[in-house]
């Protein structure tokens, strides 16, 4: 029996369907802001950070491996942070960005935004609907970060309405890592030509005590959370559960062998009723407690 070479059926291509690999793309830049990556993270169902953001967007550098993001309460605040960004790196720099490689969201596709690089020179390489791999970069970044997230969040004990302050803190710690892309240097210091000095850093999560001004017989520290390292400040951004706001100061005393998740442990019932109160007084503030930018 002769078998015969069967024609085109359009219901297996219809039932089959499915991506093409991808080769690892080589992409050498001799320069910082030759080439940046940039996209957007998050959805309608993320978790609202205690500012009220959903989204971040996240820049990095090709040469230097150094990334930064912006919380975003909606997609449509991509443009302006967008904007920001460049004229925060290139200012800093006095350099411009030759080109720019995103994907090819609502939020990269608009007037303003072709207008914006249009004038400025910058080239523009996009990707494919549904391929992210297509910004394999910036996709495995965003992975590494989520780890980090996820990973601080359950070490600490922290609600997922601190995911932005975690993140803040994520990218900030990566920035100062050596980086394996680039010959183990630190990405902070491949970009800006300077060792960054890491004698401040602490450990993540655990007990801070604040500096304040009280009458003689009060207290001269309030007990808190250690959260981060808040952009162009020389402090520390704490989390006070009992005002159940974040303050930044450089007058911290820092116990680091306890987290967060310590000091609720003494019983379910007390841990419960102190979630619930920060709960309520997270909703009373009115979202207004963004993390710093982070470079």
């Known amino acids: 029996?002769?078998?015969g070479e069967l024609g085109f059926c359009e219901s297996c291509v219809l039932g089959k369907s499915h991506k093409q690999s991808f080769s690892k793309a080589k992409h050498t830049t001799k320069g910082i802001l030759e080439y940046v990556h940039s996209d957007l993270w998050g959805s309608p169902s993320t978790p609202e950070s205690l500012g009220g953001a959903k989204y971040f967007i996240s820049f990095i550098d090709d040469y230097s491996k150094k990334l930064w993001v912006y919380f975003l309460r909606t997609k449509d605040e991509a443009f302006n942070k967008f904007k920001e960004w460049k004229e925060a790196v290139e200012s800093h720099t006095e350099k411009r960005i030759k080109c720019l490689r995103k994907d090819n969201g609502l939020e990269f596709c608009n007037t303003l935004f072709d207008d914006l690089c249009r004038r400025s020179g910058i080239k523009r390489h996009r990707t494919c609907t549904y391929t992210p791999q297509q910004n394999g970069v910036l996709e495995r970044m965003n992975r590494t970060i989520m780890d980090k997230v996820r990973s601080m969040l359950a070490e600490t004990g922290l609600g997922q309405e601190f995911w932005a302050e975690v993140t803040a803190t994520?990218?900030?710690l990566i920035n100062r890592t050596p980086n394996s892309t680039i010959g183990f240097q630190l990405p902070e210091e491949r970009w800006s030509g300077q060792k960054p000095d890491l004698t401040h850093l602490r450990r993540?999560?655990?007990?801070a005590y604040v500096h304040t001004i009280q009458e003689k017989i009060s207290p001269r520290a309030v007990k808190g959370t250690f959260l981060g390292y808040p952009f162009g400040?020389?402090?520390?951004r704490v989390w006070l559960p009992e005002?159940?706001?974040c303050t930044t100061s450089r007058n911290v005393v820092f116990r680091e062998d306890e987290v967060y998740k310590d000091l609720n442990s003494?019983?379910?019932?007390?841990?419960n009723d102190e979630s619930t109160a920060t709960h309520h007084r997270i909703r009373n503030l009115g979202g207004k407690v963004l993390p710093s930018i982070l470079s």
């Open 170 to 172: 994520a990218v900030y």
């Open 243 to 245: 005002e159940g706001k």
């Open 266 to 271: 003494s019983s379910s019932s007390t841990t």
């Open 204 to 207: 993540f999560g655990c007990t």
């Open 233 to 236: 400040v020389k402090g520390y």
């Open 1 to 3: 029996m002769e078998i």
